[in-house]
């Protein structure tokens, strides 16, 4: 199978879980492009009505919109019933790290106003350790970049500032802009960091989420497998 199709076949696993009615967080990225698409197709042939997606991302709602699916902001439905995202990495206790797509922000707005998320993936993303793979994503703001990489690098990470092929930093839709912050060996201890980030000032977020996905669905070549969190709802 490509991955194309894995990540379609997660997808629509996931779209399994959408009934008539939800108010529905829709992530962004590759993967959730085919979430997207597929929700398309089931409003399209009458297998799901009445959906109204809230997504996290300018790029989610442009293809959201030229595909018809019906969206809200968040202001209007601050309850959201469910929120389908992908992940750049996923650990046993389904402990996150996102925001490679430079839509962390409101990617974490929107998962923490749903009843419940669900994270959509292939196998590549699936770890032991936060951060074995994927850089940490810190949004920060774009004054006084060099003093925020310098705190980053005393914590132990090795530092960059995300640009784009002509050298310009990627900026979030909020207008930020990122550090990718690497630990050798994986993150030392994700929660501790994560405090010690949100009380700088500077940092608008990270891409750690932490104790917020119930399921994962993971597409291998053997199948899509569910993952629950620990202790979690099934």
Do not use: C
């Not at 922000?105 to 951060?131: F, H, N, T, W, Y």
């Not at 949004?139 to 690098?153: C, G, N």
């Not at 501790?192 to 994962?216: I, K, S």
Request: hydrophobic letters at 45%; a negative charge.
């Amino acid at each position: 199978m490509t991955l194309d199709s894995l990540k379609r076949a997660a997808a629509e696993e996931a779209l399994g879980l959408v009934r008539d009615g939800m108010v529905l967080g829709l992530g962004t990225g590759s993967t959730v492009r085919h979430l997207v698409d597929a929700l398309a197709e089931a409003l399209d042939d009458g297998r799901l009505k009445d959906i109204v997606g809230v997504p996290t991302s300018t790029r989610t709602e442009a293809q959201a919109r030229s595909l018809g699916v019906p969206l809200a902001a968040l202001d209007t439905h601050p309850t959201l019933d469910l929120t389908i995202d992908g992940a750049d990495e996923v650990d046993p206790q389904l402990d996150l790290i996102k925001g490679l797509g430079a839509a962390l922000l409101r990617e974490k707005m929107v998962a923490q106003a749903s009843q419940r998320l669900v994270i959509i993936s292939d196998d590549s993303k699936l770890v032991e350790r936060l951060g074995q793979k994927a850089p940490l994503p810190v949004e920060v703001v774009d004054w006084a970049l060099d003093a925020q990489s310098a705190f980053l690098s005393g914590l132990g990470a090795d530092v960059s500032l995300r640009v784009d092929r002509d050298g310009a930093p990627i900026r979030s839709d909020n207008g930020n802009v990122f550090l990718d912050a690497r630990f050798e060996g994986g993150l030392p201890d994700p929660v501790e960091l994560e405090r010690a980030l949100l009380y700088r000032a500077g940092v608008v977020d990270t891409g750690l989420f932490l104790g917020m996905a119930d399921t994962a669905f993971i597409a291998s070549e053997d199948g899509v497998t569910a993952l629950h969190r620990p202790g979690g709802a099934s």
